[in-house]
């Protein structure tokens, strides 16, 4: 999007609701690590954050495939109920409280992280040669760390204008 330009917005979207946060919620959910305004919290990330690293030591080191190839999603819920997160149960719950809006742009983009991720396993459990396996590591990872960013913006209440920002560039 260009600056100076408007935004259009369909009439069926409606703005993120703007409501009052109690300050005695908020602090438990900024100690349990969980961005008060958005719900959300970046240790579901690590999820991720572990299928790129795996992928990144494919080249080097053959073996990380069949790490990576053993690699399953995980919903949100499932991510922080399988975890040792402090906050895990207020994770969950302020996952489900969090704007619709802002959810579904997070779900959105861990969706498309997840069905890269599941169809670069499916390849390289198809592939033969280790430097293709090599190839598909290196171009899943240029695939998912953007959308990775772009998660980390929802979660910290990044702005629509600075995904689109992000996307074009």
């Known amino acids: ?35 008060p305004r958005t719900g959300l919290a970046s240790d579901y990330l690590n999820h991720f954050n572990e299928a790129i690293m795996l992928l990144e030591m494919v080249p080097s080191m053959p073996e990380c495939a069949k790490d990576f190839m053993s690699w399953r999603p995980l919903t949100y819920s499932e991510h922080f109920m399988a975890s040792h997160f402090k906050g895990r149960d207020l994770a969950i719950e302020a996952y489900n409280s ?17 069905s890269i991720l599941m169809a670069v396993g499916a390849a390289m459990r198809q592939a ?14 240029g695939w998912v760390k ?12 990044g702005s629509e204008a600075d995904v689109d920002y992000i996307m074009t560039h």
């Open 1 to 35: 999007m260009k600056s100076g330009s408007a935004k259009s917005t369909p009439a069926n979207h409606k703005a993120p609701r703007k409501e009052h946060v109690d300050p005695a919620r908020a602090a438990r959910l900024r100690a349990a690590n969980i961005n």
């Open 98 to 114: 969090a704007d619709v809006i802002i959810r579904a742009e997070f779900d959105n983009i861990t969706s498309a992280m997840t």
């Open 128 to 141: 033969t040669k280790h430097k293709t396996r090599a190839i598909l590591a290196e171009q899943a990872t």
């Open 146 to 157: 953007p959308l990775v960013a772009l998660a980390g913006g929802i979660i910290n209440g």
